[in-house]
């Protein structure tokens, strides 16, 4: 905007300094917000006019391709064996149909009530502000120093082997 408006005023500037010649007839003064373009060239003026160098090859790093079968596919049927060989393994299949369906659901809620929340006009920033809050407080208690991340580490492993069932 700044360097429109300077461009304007440079215009206006030069305008009225230089004189109009005695063969040209005074044309009525007429303002325009554009400074003036000199004309467009041509197209084949314009590229006869650029000569463009072929770009060179960098070899400061060579690089060789590569296929291997290992990498990038995935046996499906080996995975499928997998799986199957890990359902067979577990004793209480009901139990994890149920919770299975219990999270899906629970996901599903959840998804609800995030939309409910975001309707709300206000309420999205405040919870925002309150996440932000919460991750400050997280990080000087647990991250910060390096004891309290030696007791989060604990207090992870402490949790994994409630959930294991292994204490």
């Not at 030069?14 to 003064?29: D, E, G, Q, R, Y």
């Not at 554009?34 to 650029?50: E, K, Q």
Request: glycine content about 6%; some cysteine.
């Amino acid at each position: 905007m700044a360097a429109a408006s300077t461009s304007m005023a440079a215009t206006a500037v030069f305008a009225s300094h230089f004189p109009l010649s005695s063969t040209t007839k005074a044309a009525p003064a007429r303002c325009s917000a554009t400074p003036h373009l000199p004309p467009r060239l041509s197209a084949t003026s314009f590229s006869s006019s650029l000569k463009f160098a072929e770009p060179k090859r960098s070899s400061l790093l060579p690089v060789k391709a590569s296929s291997s079968e290992e990498s990038g596919a995935v046996d499906t049927s080996e995975l499928l064996s997998d799986l199957k060989e890990k359902w067979d393994a577990v004793d209480n299949k009901s139990t994890v149909i149920i919770y299975g369906g219990g999270a899906i659901v629970a996901v599903w809620l959840s998804s609800i009530v995030v939309g409910a929340i975001n309707s709300v006009p206000l309420l999205p920033k405040i919870m925002e502000l309150v996440g932000l809050g919460y991750t400050g407080w997280f990080v000087y208690r647990y991250l910060l120093f390096k004891s309290s991340r030696k007791e989060l580490a604990e207090d992870i492993e402490q949790l994994k082997k409630k959930i294991s069932g292994t204490e």
